[in-house]
């Protein structure tokens, strides 16, 4: 009686599924990027420098404890009633005109009592180490948009674009025109209104 064999299958194409597979996989699976603040960290200070001198008014202090409460200079306040608290601050030039250090280009109240001018105005941030993560990140935000606020403004009135929009496009790679002279006058600006922004260490 003659010996049946077994049918063979035919594995050649596996590969080739296998290898397209992977390619479809690759090409459509969206990867989640890691999400937070981008930060400079300052340069390393000598031990024998001292620190500068810095008037009160200078500083704008925001408190979060971590019951998710703000407290600005002191005082209750809504997160969504922070940027608008911070714009005020940086954009107050409370140098009298006329007077060393008085600022063209600043449209606030003028109090005499608040920042002198955006290069001297510093927003310091406390946070509880029980302060909620989602808080934090939203009180950095507000204070993020009011410098972008306060930049826009002056680079629409200066060049009649978005400090931000120009920014976000060459950083991206998507800018069309002359890249050197954007960065110059995006550099003005931020000399304008320069993000100082110090964070003290949670209780």
């Known amino acids: 009686m003659a010996r049946r064999t077994a049918p063979e299958i035919n594995a050649g194409s596996m590969a080739d599924i296998a290898f397209l597979l ?21 340069p390393d ?29 002191d005082e209750l306040m809504e997160i969504n009633d922070l940027q608008q608290a911070t714009i005020d601050f940086l954009d ?54 009011a410098y972008n606020f ?9 060049y009649g674009w978005n400090y931000t929009d120009v920014s976000k496009a060459i950083d991206e790679g998507l800018y069309k025109g002359n890249e050197d002279a954007a960065k110059e006058k995006l550099d003005v600006i931020q000399g304008m209104y320069p993000q100082k922004l110090s964070e003290v260490a949670p209780n």
Do not use: H, M, W
């Open 45 to 73: 200070q000598p031990e024998n420098v001292e620190p500068p001198i810095i008037k009160q008014k200078n500083l704008f202090v925001v408190i979060v404890n971590k019951n998710s409460e703000l407290f600005v200079e």
């Open 150 to 158: 306060l930049r826009n403004r002056e680079s629409q009135r200066l």
């Open 92 to 145: 107050n030039g409370g140098v009298p005109r006329g007077q060393e250090g008085y600022c063209e280009y600043c449209q606030g109240d003028r109090d005499p009592s608040s920042s002198d001018f955006p290069d001297k105005a510093i927003v310091t941030v406390k946070t509880d180490r029980l302060t909620p993560y989602e808080t934090y990140i939203t009180v950095q935000n507000e204070i993020i948009g």
């Open 22 to 42: 992977l390619i479809f996989f690759l090409v459509t699976t969206t990867i989640e990027k890691d999400r937070g603040l981008l930060r400079a960290l300052p």
